[in-house]
């Protein structure tokens, strides 16, 4: 599982780093083809929350979310991105509707099953 410097930063807002399993997690930098995406991804962001068709909730700063987005999109061993805040969720759907991201987001909150469907043995 790889945690990005982005959400490290976002949990020391409140939390103690020392209480991150970092030991069982890959650490993945925020890079330079990171940043170039971001850029793009931000830019759809902007502009749908600017036309009226994204509307988050408590939240000013969007542009972390399309920076991890992009990490996402760019790290080639990204299949999923898990996260159980909704209003990132609305940052992917808006994203969604111009681009095709490489990865799935995939909401916490959701039981499994209903996401990955249910194993017949």
């Known amino acids: 599982m790889l ?3 982005i959400s490290i930063a976002e949990y020391c807002i409140g939390g103690d780093i020392h209480e991150l399993p970092l030991k069982n997690l890959q650490i993945v930098p925020f890079n330079l083809n990171h940043a170039q995406l971001t850029g793009e991804f931000a830019k759809i962001a902007f502009q749908e929350r600017n036309n ?4 988050v909730n408590e939240r000013k700063i969007i542009p ?3 920076k991890l987005f992009a990490q996402a999109d760019c790290e080639k061993s990204v299949e999923f991105y ?3 805040d909704v ?3 609305k940052v992917y759907n808006a994203i969604k509707k111009q681009t095709i991201p490489k990865f799935q987001f995939i909401d916490l909150n959701t039981p499994h099953h209903l996401t ?4 017949d043995l």
């Not at 009226?52 to 509307?55: D, E, V």
């Open 87 to 89: 209003e990132s969720s």
């Open 52 to 55: 009226g068709n994204l509307q």
């Open 82 to 84: 898990l996260s159980s």
């Open 64 to 66: 972390n979310d399309t």
């Open 3 to 5: 945690i990005s410097t």
């Open 116 to 119: 990955f469907g249910i194993l």
